[in-house]
């Protein structure tokens, strides 16, 4: 569960501070649209940390028991308040309850972008886990029964899909697509049907094939004999994940690839 549900969940029974990022000038933290929720005994989100969120959640606290009634605050970061950053930061402070829950929803959880992740094995499973609290939706197929855990994360829907590669065909517009599947062939049965939609339809902005640069090369030749073009080859990444992180392990991997959809937004 992320910070902003378990924060709306508690909201339901008891009253917070909503403490928003107004405006910024100059070298600032976080900027503009940036949001927490401050309770009485602990808050949710960050502002930016540091001196400047000591004294919001200062002020969010005399507010929310009814000491003050500012909901503005202006600081400016420089030596007064030991942040060297030199830029200003002017905050909106709400007393919110759960009357409030369904509109923060709205405000604190856009949409989010689709995932496809093809694969449920180790490397997926650290993949889902990395992903849940950044911006995606992610959609988790594989074509094995009784594959995915118990504990999945909440933004995260499981779906077994056999063949696995039909699933490509109504995959939401927009997605990005990870394919590490159990097995060399199924892997390659996704990126074709991926290389077939973004032919017809061009809406699949990032493809991303787990594997070496070896496997790679044998994959490219079999694409070719299928006759995709060299351009159209080009529209996949493999390996993935930010270049300069050569550790194998599921975490790292999971933390390379989630740098690098990010990346794509």
């Known amino acids: 569960m992320n910070w902003k549900t378990a924060a709306l969940n508690r909201l339901v029974g008891e ?8 405006a910024t000038q100059g070298s600032v933290p976080r900027g503009p649209g940036t949001h927490m929720l401050v309770f009485a005994r602990g808050e949710a989100g960050t502002i930016g940390g540091g001196h400047l969120e000591f004294q919001a959640l200062a002020h969010a606290r005399r507010l929310l028991a009814g000491e003050l009634v500012t909901t503005h605050l202006r600081q400016v970061l420089g030596p007064s308040l030991g942040q060297c950053c030199g830029g200003v930061v002017e905050l909106t402070l709400e007393r919110v309850d759960a009357d409030d829950v369904a509109r923060l929803r709205t405000l604190l959880m856009p ?3 689709p995932l496809a992740l093809f694969g449920g094995g180790h490397v997926g499973r650290a ?3 990395t992903l849940a609290p950044l911006p995606f939706a992610v959609r988790w197929i594989d074509s094995r029964d009784e594959i995915f855990p118990d504990d999945v994360p909440d933004e995260v829907d499981c779906e077994h899909s056999n063949p696995v590669q039909a699933a490509v065909a109504d995959l939401a517009p927009g997605s990005r697509v990870l394919i590490m599947s159990f097995s060399h062939a199924e892997d390659l049965d996704i990126v074709v049907a991926c290389l077939k939609r973004l032919r017809t339809q061009d809406d699949l902005p990032f493809v991303g094939l787990i594997g070496s640069q070896t496997k790679w090369a044998t994959f490219r030749h079999r694409l070719e004999d299928r006759g995709f073009t060299a351009e159209e080859i080009a529209r ?3 390996p993935i994940g930010v270049p300069g992180i050569s550790g194998k392990e599921p975490e790292v ?3 390379a690839v989630a740098a690098q959809l990010l990346q794509s937004l």
Do not use: Q
């Not at 917070?16 to 990022?21: F, I, K, S």
């Open 15 to 22: 009253a917070a501070v909503w403490v928003r990022v107004h």
């Open 111 to 113: 949409p989010r972008t």
């Open 127 to 129: 993949i889902v886990n």
């Open 236 to 238: 996949i990444t493999c």
């Open 253 to 255: 991997i999971a933390v």
